[in-house]
């Protein structure tokens, strides 16, 4: 049982170049999420899906797109990279249920290690 | 949408001292309230949460606190050790959000002195 992982785990692209991150978990969840993390200002949603098929805007969508073909697997593409979208990006999973006598948490998002990338 | 701010952004403490770490947020319809740590290179991990129906929460060192009024809460740590140190991230989920989504506050990098 891997749990989230993500690929690659480092990247640096030149601006305009394009690039997919690849996030996959195990656990069978229904939502997915992709996060980007910079100094100072904590993880801001980018995207997210509620089911295979679905994806949604997150806080800062622009610049992003992403696809969710199977269930297990949720992707995240820069068309055109720019400077600014140097970043920790953090991909995330969880359930809507809820186990009551295993006292696991609702809505707990258990996260990938991360993909680090740079656009010079 | 909801907002979730922060304080402090960081903070130093002496192994053994407490550490209180504290957020607000603006919509009054969240419910639900996660505390992450996250270590150095390391992806956040939840720590302790608390729902909007239950005031504190303990869980051996730590503790959450929940006041609903002031729509703020906050985070306990008690007898600190170095292997404490981290970024602590707070985060407010609405209860009709589509897909369980968390805003995340700044975070505040703790540090531990031994």
């Known amino acids: 049982n891997a749990g989230v992982t993500q690929t690659p785990k480092f990247r640096v692209l030149k601006t305009g170049q394009s690039m997919t991150l690849l996030c996959a978990q195990d656990?069978?969840?229904?939502?997915m999420y992709w996060y980007r993390q910079d100094p100072g200002m904590g993880l801001r949603l980018i995207h997210y899906?509620?089911?295979?098929?679905?994806?949604a805007k997150g806080e800062v969508p622009d610049g992003y797109n992403v696809s969710r073909l199977k269930k297990q697997n949720f992707l995240l593409g820069l068309e055109s990279a720019a400077p600014s979208q140097t970043s920790v990006y953090f991909c995330?999973?969880?359930?809507?249920?809820?186990?009551?006598?295993?006292?696991?948490?609702?809505?707990?998002?258990?996260f990938g290690p991360g993909t680090r990338l740079t656009v010079l | 949408g909801e907002n979730v701010e922060q304080h402090p952004s960081t903070l130093s403490v002496q192994e053994g001292d407490s550490a209180v770490i504290k957020c607000t947020y603006s919509?009054?319809?969240?419910?639900?309230f996660p505390w992450y740590k996250q270590e150095l290179g390391k992806r956040p991990q939840l720590i302790i949460d608390?729902?909007?129906?239950?005031g504190e929460k303990k869980d051996q060192r730590i503790a959450v606190t929940l006041n609903k009024t002031a729509k703020h809460f906050s985070l306990h740590i008690t007898e600190t050790q170095p292997e404490d140190s981290a970024v602590y991230f707070c985060?407010?989920?609405?209860?009709?959000?589509?897909?369980?989504?968390?805003?995340f506050g700044e975070g505040t990098q703790l540090t531990v002195n031994p």
């Open positions: 995330a999973s969880s359930t809507p249920r809820f186990w009551p006598t295993s006292g696991r948490a609702i809505n707990e998002q258990f």
């Open positions: 656990m069978n969840h229904e939502y």
């Open positions: 899906s509620v089911g295979e098929g679905t994806t």
């Open positions: 919509d009054s319809a969240s419910n639900y």
């Open positions: 608390i729902r909007s129906n239950v």
């Open positions: 985060a407010a989920s609405p209860r009709e959000t589509s897909g369980s989504r968390l805003t």
